[in-house]
C-alpha cells in the first residue's frame, strides 16, 4: 500500500485578496505535495482559508457587508490565484464550513469536559491584526512587534484553556520528537518561551459574534485561533479522510510559529489526538527590501506577479530559488526577471530547443546514457526529505549546466552523433521528471514534445524510446526585454567617469578613496547631501559561482536592515580577513545583478599609492552599524 502523505498550508484570513506572501507557503506546500507524488505517496494536501475572527468582522463591517456575504465575495479570489499558479491541492477547507464547526463544538466539548476549560476574566493587550493576546513585556513601546500599532486593552468574561498545564507536556514531546519544531533554528526560541512562562490562554471572546459559539456558553464565540488550527484535524473527519491524520507537515510563516508548536500540540493533548510530526516555519518576503503589507502599499497580488513574465512557471521557480528555504528574501522584479531569463531560458529552454532542433534534423540512436550518471538523484532526494527546497534545484540545475556544456564539448552540431543526441535527450526526460514539481505546466509541455512519460520516479529508471519523433517547438520560455541595455548605457557611462576621475588622480599619482562594489550609480561628491554613507558590518563572507575576483559580503546595516554587496576584493581579502569587519556603505545606489547575486550598493576603500593594493576604510568597532556619515 502506498504510504500516506499529508501537507498543509496554514488557512488564510479573508479580510483581503491573497498576495506574493500566501502565495509562496503555498506553491511550497504544492512543490512538496507533487514530490511525495513522484515518489510514489497517497498524497493529501490541503490549504482553505480562516473566516472567523474580529478582524474579519471589522473590515466587513467597514465594507458595509455582513460578515458571511463579505467572506464569501473573497473566496474566488483565492481559487483563481491557486488555480492561476497550477496549485494542485485536494481539499479547500474554509472555517465557516458547517462540518468544521461541528467539529470544533466537539472537541470544546470534550476539553471542557476533561476540566481543561474555565471561566475567568482576561484583562490585558491584544492586537486583532494579530488576534493574539500580547503581555505588556511581548509589546515594543506599546505597539504589537508585527503590525507596530498600539496593541488595544480588553476587559472581558473569558474561558481560559489550562494551557501551563502542558507546560511539561510539550517541553517532553519537543525532546522526544526532534523534527517537530523545524527548522532547528527556531526550535531553541520557543523552548525557552515554553520554559519560562507559559500562561492560561483566552479562548473565548463576547464583545462579538463572528465565530463558532461554544458549545456550553452560547453568549461566548470560540478564539479565532482554536477554531482556525483545528481545521487541520477536521478536515480529515471527512469522507475517505480519516486515514490521513496526523499532518506529515504545516508549512506556516514564522511569524505564527508559536500557535502551531505550542497552543496547537497543547490543544491536541488536551482532546486526546494525535499530534501533528512536523512544523516547518519559512522566513518572509520583503518587496525591495521593504515589508510587505498593505498599509504601506507594498502588496504584491498574484495577477501582477504572473504577469511580470506572463508564466507562473516563472513565480514558482523563482519564489523556490529565491531564498534559502526557511530564511527570508527579498523579491524585486528585476531579479525575477533575471532569474526567468537566464536560467529558464537561457539554460533549460536553449538546452530544449538545441536538442529537439538537432534530433529533428539528424535523428537520435538509442545507448548507454553515460551523461545521465552525473545526476545526483540520491542527493536531490536527501534534499527534498530534508525541506532545502532550493538547493534540491540547484542540483537539479547543476545537471542542467553539465548537459549544456555537453553539447558544447560533442559538438554534435558538426558530428551529428545521433548517440551523443539520444543522450541528451533521455536527460531531458529526466529533468522534466525532476522538475515537475516546480514547474508543471513547463515539464508537461517537455513531455509532450519527448513522446509522452509519466511524472514517477520510477520512470527515471525508465530510458527513452529512441524511436520518439522530437520535433522543434515554440520556445519554453520567451526572454524577456530588460533595462539591461539601459543598465549597460549607465554601466558605461559609469566606468567613463570613473576612468577621467582615475585619470586625473593618477596624474598627481595620490593615493586615492575608492568605491569598491557593484551598484550602480556614479558620485558626484559635489553632491555629498545625496550620498547615503552608512556604517556596517560584515556578517558573511561568500564566493560567487563563477566570479574568481568578487566576494559577496552580507552586511548588518543597523536601522537599514540587512543588505548583500558584491565587491571585488577577492585578491586583497581572505573571508576571515572580512569576516566582522566594520566598513563604510554606500546605501543608496540602484542595485545591479552580479552573477545572478542583487548588489545593493558599494563599501569605501582607498588604493595604495602604487595601486597594487585595495585597503578597505574601516570604523572603530563601537561606532553602531547604520549610523549615517557625513
Ligand atoms: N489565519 C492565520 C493562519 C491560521 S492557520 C491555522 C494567518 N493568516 S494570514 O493570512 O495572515 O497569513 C497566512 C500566512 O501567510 C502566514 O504563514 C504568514 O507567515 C504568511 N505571510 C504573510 N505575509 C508574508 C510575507 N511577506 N512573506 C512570506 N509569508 C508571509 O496568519
Known sequence: ?????????????????????????????????????????????????????????????????????????????FKDAWKSLNIDYDQFI???????????????KKVYENGDIYLGEYEGFYCTGCEAYYTEKDLVNGCCPIHKKPAEIIKEQTYFFKLSKYQKKLLDFYKKNKNFISPEYRKSEI??????????LSISRTNFDWGIPLP??????????????????????????????PADVHFIGKDIIWFHTVYWPAFLMSAGIELPKQVFAHGWWTFNKEKISKSVGKVINIDELISLTGNPDSVRYF??????????????????????????????GNLISRVEGLIEKNGMQKCDNKLVNELNVEEIKDLMEKFEIDKALGEIFRFIDRCNEYVQEKKPWE???????????DSIKKIAILLWPFIPASCERIAEDFGGFKFELKELGKSLNSKTEIKKREVLFNKIETEEEEF?????????????????????????????????????????????????????????????????????????????????LKQYYSDKELKGKKIIYFSNLKPRLMKGVESQGMLLAASTSDHSKVVLISPEKDIENGVRIG
Request: one cysteine or more.
Open 1 to 77: 500500500m502506498a504510504k500516506k502523505f499529508y501537507v498543509t498550508t496554514p488557512i488564510y484570513y479573508t479580510n483581503d485578496i491573497p498576495h506574493i506572501g500566501h502565495a509562496y507557503t503555498t506553491i511550497v506546500a504544492d512543490v512538496v505535495s507533487r514530490w511525495n507524488k513522484l515518489l510514489g505517496s497517497d498524497v493529501f494536501f490541503l490549504t482553505g482559508t480562516d473566516d472567523h475572527g474580529k478582524k474579519i468582522a471589522d473590515t466587513a463591517k467597514k465594507a458595509g457587508k455582513k460578515p458571511k456575504e463579505f467572506v464569501d465575495g473573497l473566496i474566488p479570489k
Open 94 to 108: 474554509r472555517t465557516t464550513d458547517k462540518d468544521h464547526e461541528k467539529v470544533v463544538q466537539e472537541i470544546l
Open 191 to 200: 523552548i525557552n518561551r515554553v520554559k519560562e512562562d507559559l500562561r492560561d
Open 216 to 245: 456550553f456558553d452560547k453568549k461566548h464565540v470560540c478564539y479565532v485561533w482554536f477554531d482556525a488550527l483545528f481545521n487541520y484535524y477536521s478536515a480529515t473527519r471527512r469522507k475517505d479522510k480519516e486515514k490521513y491524520w
Open 319 to 348: 519564489l523556490m530559488r529565491g531564498a534559502s528555504f526557511g530564511e527570508d528574501g527579498d523579491f524585486s522584479e528585476f531579479a525575477l526577471i533575471e532569474r526567468h531569463n537566464n536560467e529558464l531560458a537561457n539554460k533549460l
Open 415 to 425: 558530428t551529428k552523433d545521433k548517440k551523443v543526441l539520444y543522450e541528451l535527450a
Open 488 to 568: 549597460k548605457e549607465e554601466k558605461s557611462k559609469e566606468r567613463a567617469e570613473e576612468k577621467k576621475k582615475d585619470n586625473k588622480i593618477n596624474k598627481s599619482n595620490e593615493p586615492k578613496i575608492k568605491m569598491v562594489g557593484e551598484g550602480l550609480g556614479s558620485v558626484d561628491f559635489s553632491e555629498w547631501d545625496k550620498i547615503d554613507l552608512r556604517v556596517a558590518k560584515i556578517e558573511k563572507v561568500e564566493s560567487i559561482e563563477g566570479a574568481d575576483k568578487l566576494w559577496k559580503l552580507s552586511l548588518d546595516v543597523g536601522e537599514l536592515g540587512k543588505r548583500t554587496i558584491c565587491a571585488g
